[in-house]
């Protein structure tokens, strides 16, 4: 859906509030991002509502995708946590909506039937989803009678998602990424220096270049200009067959950042 619609370059704004969301997602629409990532839990909406509304842009002109949470997945608590959103983001809908997490690895389906209904209520263009294993999107893809646009995962050169990439295969689910860089940990790696001084290119660049050719939408955040144009600026160049090789060899590492650890209801990953 994101490579349909020319939004594989997402700005993501976690976990970025008040004054300084605003400096950066006015930048990054300057730099020419037009999609944005957003999501209840990250306490930016109204934010960036105010920015939206400031913007010379045209609603149609912006992609806007957000999320819900895990504590609204009830019947008395989803549909009016969206309605919240849309009247924080200042928008009659946004493009996708996704369920933020899975509820662990207990029934998936009726969060799903919340967040259909609110596609059927206008809320939302597209649903999607976002940290779902294989076992969970391959679920949602018979339960669903919306196409679901995305799953968001964390994806980076450390860890291997080749069963999420796999299972998109089987079910049409396209994956997109976050924490794309690995919050800086790839940059330890010469590999990306060495791939980016041969294009003239950043090592982010490198990066990033490598999960789209995957055909995985990248959400990544800055609130700096010059690695703002950077990360939009990844279509210009292409790695080659070895040069990819090289970098998905890395995932041995096996370097998840949001792991059990941190986020206590993850679901079993892959």
Known sequence: MYFETGHERAFGTFPLKGDDLQSALETALD????????????????????????????????????????????????????????????????DVLLVHWPPGDDDVRPSLDWLQQAKQQGLTKHIGISNYNSIQMRTAKAHCQYPLVTNQVEFHPLID???????????????????????????????????ADKYNVTA??????????????????STKRENLKANFDVLGFALTEDEMQSITALNQAAYRIVDKALVPWAPTWD
Do not use: H
């Open 31 to 94: 730099v020419g991002y037009r999609a944005i990532d957003t999501a209840q839990m990250y306490a930016n909406e109204a934010a960036i509502g105010e920015v939206l509304q400031r913007s010379t842009l045209q609603r149609n002109d912006v992609f806007i995708t957000s999320k819900v949470p895990t504590s609204e997945f009830s019947e008395e608590k989803f549909i009016p946590s969206v309605k919240q959103s849309l009247s924080d983001l200042q928008v009659d809908d946004v």
């Open 161 to 195: 998602q080749s069963t999420l990439q796999n299972t998109t295969k089987e079910t049409g689910i396209p994956l997109a990424s976050y924490c794309s860089v690995a919050r800086g940990k790839v940059f330890s790696y010469p590999v990306f220096e060495k791939i």
């Open 204 to 221: 982010a660049q490198v990066v990033l270049r490598w999960i789209i050719q995957q055909g995985v939408s990248i959400n990544a955040m």
